[in-house]
């Protein structure tokens, strides 16, 4: 079982600027992956990095970057040079190897300002 | 379009009536998902197929509702009876899992359920 808290209901940035959004999660999984998917409103879901708990490498995809601290279960998105389009609901979500469902958190909305 | 598909957009229909949703995966995706969200909340789990085998239910998906992949191509997901409480996104997904790992899941557009 996993549960996921995403302790940020909103969060604004102004464009070109960084922001970081947190998500902590606890998992009875030995080994398990992570996600952040972003939700603009237009609501289809789209995958924005994943990580591999076994890695202790965080990973990077263009601006976007995570943060994983595996002891902590914390696993944060740090989006750089923030962009009009970047402005979204951002969800962290695990994923066990054992099982194939995504656990959700309940979002961060990120405003992006001009 | 490659990605995945879902039909119909959007669907209002009165309470005590049926409905079907269906999903077009991506095309060499072995595995598919669906999902619900209600408005301000992140998805919620409801199953999942590998091919046309249903391997794990959500203590969410109650007796009036019903999944199929009968070919292990598309799905479809049946709610009978419908109540307000049903009143959601319904979000299907797919990933190709060949064996060793799992990976990551692609999302459909969804489709927006209105029981009056």
Known sequence: AQTVTQSQPEMSVQEAETVTLSCTYDTSESDYYLFWYKQPPSRQMILVIRQEAYKQQNATENRFSVNFQKAAKSFSLKISDSQLGDAAMYFCAPLGTSGSRLTFGEGTQLTVNP | ?116
Request: charged residues 25%; contains cysteine.
């Open chain 2, 1 to 116: 379009d490659t990605g995945v598909s879902q039909d119909p957009r959007h669907k209002i229909t009165k309470r005590g009536q049926n409905v079907t949703f269906r999903c077009d995966p991506i095309s060499e995706h072995n595995r598919l998902y669906w999902y619900r969200q209600t408005l301000g909340q992140g998805p919620e789990f409801l199953t999942y197929f590998q091919n046309e085998a249903q391997l794990e239910k959500s203590r969410l998906l109650s007796d009036r509702f019903s999944a199929e992949r009968p070919k292990g191509s598309f799905s479809t997901l049946e709610i009978q009876r419908t109540e307000q409480g049903d009143s959601a996104m319904y979000l299907c997904a797919s990933s190709f899992s060949p064996g060793e790992g799992l990976y990551e899941q692609y999302f459909g557009p969804g489709t927006r359920l209105t029981v009056t």
